[in-house]
């Protein structure tokens, strides 16, 4: 088994030692040795800062993503947490794409003022029962 220490893993991974060693106190991934000072990792390190990346990038916590990480190192994935995430993705793009075409037709719109607009009117009339939530 080789050992690599925390610098030539933060060099191969692109993840910084002090998020390392941040990551080893939330749990998340573990040491299994040192050599000197410096902390030394088995090979899967790279395995589990991976599926840590791919956590973070759709948005789930630190927490979350422990507690999809076994202790013994495999992925222990709650599906249905997975399947809520992915719904609320899809709520995300869903606003985000009606926002998209509000601005597209507000900057085109032919109407001499915004105001004169209904689409526009009506893309106010929404944002603002937002705000008041």
């Known amino acids: 088994m080789a050992l690599i220490d925390i610098a030539e893993v933060a060099k191969r991974s692109g993840v910084p030692a002090s998020t390392l060693r941040f ?72 606003r985000l794409t009606a926002l998209r075409d509000g601005l597209r037709h507000a900057a085109d719109c032919p109407a001499p003022r915004h105001a004169d607009c209904p689409t526009f009117q009506r893309l106010r009339a929404v944002a603002a029962g937002r705000a008041r939530r």
């Open 23 to 94: 990551y080893e106190e939330r749990g998340l991934i573990r040491a299994i040795g040192r050599r000197g000072l410096r902390r030394t990792f088995d090979a899967d390190i790279f395995d589990r800062l991976s599926l840590i990346a791919l956590g973070r990038v759709a948005g789930f916590s630190l927490a979350e993503i422990g507690g999809m990480l076994g202790p013994d190192g495999a992925p222990a994935i709650d599906r249905a947490m997975l399947q809520a995430k992915a719904d609320g993705i899809d709520r995300t793009i869903r």
